[in-house]
């Protein structure tokens, strides 16, 4: 008779280690990390078989504050650090943590390939806007105008989507969260655990010291109804306090448009219903941005495909199913020969 003693059930408390928790007092990373110890728990992959990867900058802290095995790697490289390990060994669960810097700019190389590749990494972006770690200067995702020590006059940038980077990279996996959303992102982060292949998780995150408020003009609580939607998959895109607006496309043109929903608006009928496998959605719904349009919160788009990782793998097995037993000897004895020595 095979007994085995029952695994004890994770909680997030678990996931503490002994080092103290040192961010700025108000900063994002603080429900961030509250979220995913909650996701860890639930998710349930013991401690010994997760991975978390991180580059440079204040999300980078993040192995530190997790007790399972974690790599503190430099700038941008934290994908590549990653998909070494995942290739080494599939069985872990690997996290990818860094900021919009970190990932976008130095990373940006590293971060397409990953995706594109569509190896089985859990990538966390947390976009704050801003340079937070080498005191505020603006960032790939800096909007045009943001004041910073790098850029006195305004920045003349356009600035960087994250989800449409991801998107336009080949993601499999997109969503976007909020840091203090505590209901929706530990759910958010458990969807892009289950997805096999590359997840792509962007998180917005207020920076108190150097980018405050960058994103209350959609999170504040005054607003928030009107300026965000929660999609979900083949559920109607409407949003707004008691789901009175929604998003359809507008008649004769290939293009979203607000329209307010019932009495005095458009039928039901009329407002789109959310697919997660539809690309060109993703797309419109990434590109959302307040106060013309809501931003698009949720799972933006999922459609899965074979991971980089099980293709090699798969690969390799054919390889050595083909060839015939090694032989050393007869490998270093094989083709030219020279001998040094006097003629």
């Known amino acids: ?18 080092q103290e928790l040192r961010w700025c007092p108000g900063c994002g990373d603080y429900a961030i990390i509250k979220s995913v110890k909650k996701a860890l728990a639930e998710i349930g992959t013991p401690r010994e078989k997760t991975v978390f990867v991180s580059g440079i900058g204040c999300a980078a802290r993040f192995p530190y504050y997790i007790a399972s095995y974690g790599f503190h790697t430099i700038h941008g490289r934290a994908p590549a650090v990653a998909t070494g390990v995942k290739l080494a060994n599939p069985e872990l669960d690997v996290w990818v943590v860094g900021g919009d810097g970190d990932m976008l700019s130095i990373g940006g190389n590293h971060l397409m390939h990953a995706l594109r590749r569509n190896i089985d990494l859990n990538i966390l972006l947390f976009n704050n806007e801003i340079y937070g770690l080498t005191k505020g200067q603006y960032s790939p995702t800096s909007r045009v105008g943001t004041r910073s020590p790098s850029t006195p006059l305004g920045s003349v940038e356009q600035p ?9 990279a080949g993601a499999r996996f997109v969503a976007r969260g909020i840091d203090t959303q505590q209901r929706v992102l530990p ?25 405050d408020d960058a994103f209350a003009h959609f999170t ?19 949003f707004g306090k008691d789901g009175n607006k929604g998003l359809r496309l507008r008649p ?76 050393l000897a007869a490998l270093l004895r094989r083709g030219h020969s020279w001998r040094v020595g006097a003629s």
């Open 1 to 18: 008779m095979n007994i085995q003693t029952p695994v004890a059930k994770l909680k997030p408390e678990d996931f503490e280690t002994d």
């Open 160 to 168: 960087v989507s994250a989800a449409l980077f991801a998107l336009g």
């Open 187 to 211: 759910e958010l982060l458990k969807r892009a655990h289950a997805h096999k292949g590359a997840s792509f998780l962007e998180i917005i995150q207020n920076c108190l010291v150097y980018n």
């Open 220 to 238: 504040a609580k005054d607003v928030a109804q009107d300026n965000q939607i929660l999609v979900a998959h083949a559920k109607p895109l409407r």
């Open 252 to 327: 004769g043109a290939l293009e979203l448009e607000v329209v307010a929903v019932g009495e005095g608006g458009v039928a039901e009928s009329e407002i789109l219903v959310h697919d997660e496998t539809n690309r060109t959605l993703a797309n419109w719904l990434a590109a959302m941005d307040a106060p013309k349009f809501p931003v698009a919160i949720g799972v933006i788009y999922c459609n899965p495909g074979p991971s980089y990782e099980a293709a090699v793998a798969a690969q390799i097995e054919a390889a050595k199913a083909k060839a015939s037993t090694p032989d």
